[in-house]
C-alpha cells in the first residue's frame, strides 16, 4: 500500500470514529492564522476542524537544498498531503498524535524545524532522521530513517535504535484513532 493511500484510510478512519463517538475535532486556534481546515469557532480560541488535502502540495525542495540532501518521499509525501490540527492515534507500542501542517506558516516553522533537526543529527554524528509523530512521553518522538524509510521511536539527542515499522504506510496502517488529547500540547 502507498504512503498516500495509507495515510488517506487512516484520516477516513479516524474521521468515521469521531463520528460515531460523537465527538467533534477541537484544537486551539489563533484568529490571526486561519487554517482552511477549519470549520467553526466553537469558543474564542478553539475551532472544529477537518483534515483538507494541501492545494497546491508542500514544496520541500527548500529544505532539500539548505541541507544538500533528498528527503525520503514517504516524509515529504506525509507533510504535503494535508493541512489539520494532530491527529490522536494509537499504536500497539502507545500513543502518538500524527503531526500536520495547520497551514502556510505552520508549513514553513515546520521545515525550519526539520532542517533544525537534522543539523543538530549531524552534529551529533547521527543518521538522519525527520520527525513525523509526538507521544505522550515529550523525549520520545516517531521519526522516518532518512536513508531507508523505517520507523523509529527517537528519544529527543539519541541515536535511533528501536525500529517500529518497515515504512511510513505501515505504521500508518497499523494504527487505531483515538480522541486527542492535552497530553500531546
Known amino acids: 500500500m502507498s504512503i498516500q493511500q495509507a495515510y488517506a484510510?487512516?484520516?477516513?478512519?479516524?474521521?468515521?470514529?469521531?463520528?460515531?463517538?460523537?465527538l467533534p475535532m477541537v484544537t486551539w486556534a489563533d484568529p490571526a492564522s486561519p487554517s482552511p481546515c477549519q470549520q467553526q469557532w466553537l469558543t474564542?480560541?478553539?475551532v472544529s476542524w477537518l483534515p483538507v488535502t494541501q492545494q497546491p502540495a508542500a514544496d520541500f525542495s527548500n529544505v532539500e537544498h539548505a541541507l544538500d540532501m533528498t528527503l525520503h518521499d514517504d516524509i515529504k509525501t506525509f507533510y504535503s498531503s494535508f493541512y489539520?490540527?494532530?491527529?490522536?492515534?494509537?499504536?500497539p507500542r502507545g500513543k502518538l498524535a500524527l503531526l500536520m501542517p495547520w497551514n502556510q506558516d505552520d508549513l514553513a516553522r515546520l521545515q525550519e524545524n526539520i532542517i533544525g533537526h537534522i543539523l543538530m543529527k549531524r552534529r551529533l554524528k547521527q543518521r538522519e532522521t525527520v520527525f513525523f509523530a509526538?507521544?505522550?512521553?515529550?523525549?520520545?518522538?516517531?521519526?522516518?530513517?532518512?536513508s531507508t524509510g523505517e520507523i523509529y521511536l527517537e528519544h529527543v539527542g539519541k541515536e535511533v535504535q528501536e525500529r517500529v515499522a518497515d515504512n511510513l504506510a505501515a505504521l500508518l496502517s497499523s494504527l487505531t484513532p483515538i480522541a486527542y488529547s492535552p497530553l500531546f500540547d
Open 134 to 146: 509526538v507521544t505522550d512521553d515529550e523525549n520520545i518522538m516517531l521519526s522516518v530513517l532518512n
Open 84 to 91: 489539520g490540527a494532530n491527529l490522536a492515534a494509537v499504536h
Open 9 to 22: 484510510n487512516f484520516i477516513e478512519q479516524s474521521l468515521s470514529w469521531h463520528q460515531t463517538q460523537q
Open 44 to 46: 474564542a480560541e478553539q
